[in-house]
């Protein structure tokens, strides 16, 4: 009897993982789905990276246009250019440049696009459950890395239930460390000139140039 109602307990346990993740599965491809649809948008966030234990607190801003494979995007003093076949990330403190091959994984990285839909690959992930955020419905989901060596250790994504958009992520490091990113814009298919995605050097006397 103990047998059976032991097996009938993991049984329960399973089943209610796998019903977990198909549904924030379908959530997921959902936002994909949309983003990749989208010919152009433009986003603005909001960051908050905090550590009780070294009482680190910090606030940073950030924005990003996308167009098609080009992207062109801003966070703290950094700058980031990407015509779709070069990538050049100027970093304000060094006054330098960094250029790369837009197809590397670090610029992937660092495309707006890549990071509004990060949970593609290198993730699992869970339904957590429907809140609220900002007075919306939202859907809560778990992304753990499949990757045990990372240095997070899990993400929760917040996504609105009526449009399908990403709100905010809350990333926890395996040192304490809690980075919280919040959409505070996010525009559909707007007009952007190619100009924003030009790497213009007059732009950035001084600067030193590095080919990565």
């Not at 917040?158 to 505070?184: C, E, F, P």
Request: charged share 20%; proline share 2%; hydrophobic share 30%.
């Amino acid at each position: 009897m103990k047998l059976l109602l032991s097996v009938l307990f993991f049984s329960f346990c399973f089943s209610q993982t796998i019903v977990a993740q198909s549904k924030s599965q379908t959530v997921l491809n959902s936002v994909s789905t949309k983003i990749k649809g989208l010919k152009s948008f433009y986003v603005e966030f909001s960051a908050n990276v905090k550590n009780s234990k070294s009482g680190l607190n910090q606030n940073q801003t950030g924005k990003g246009w996308v167009k098609g494979q080009k992207f062109y995007a801003s966070y703290g003093g950094n700058t980031i250019i990407s015509n779709g076949v070069k990538t050049w990330t100027v970093v304000k403190d060094g006054k330098t440049v960094y250029v790369s091959d837009a197809n590397s994984n670090d610029d992937e990285n660092m495309n707006p696009k890549k990071l509004m839909t990060l949970w593609e690959s290198g993730f699992n992930n869970s339904y957590t459950n429907e809140s609220t955020l900002n007075g919306k419905a939202v859907h809560v989901i778990a992304l753990t890395p499949k990757n045990t060596k990372v240095t997070y250790k899990s993400i929760t994504l917040y996504i609105a239930k009526a449009s399908n958009d990403l709100s905010k992520a809350i990333m926890t490091s395996k040192d304490g460390t809690v980075m919280t990113y919040s959409v505070t814009k996010f525009t559909s298919n707007p007009t952007v000139e190619e100009s924003k995605f030009v790497y213009d050097r007059k732009k950035y006397p001084g600067y030193k140039e590095v080919k990565e």
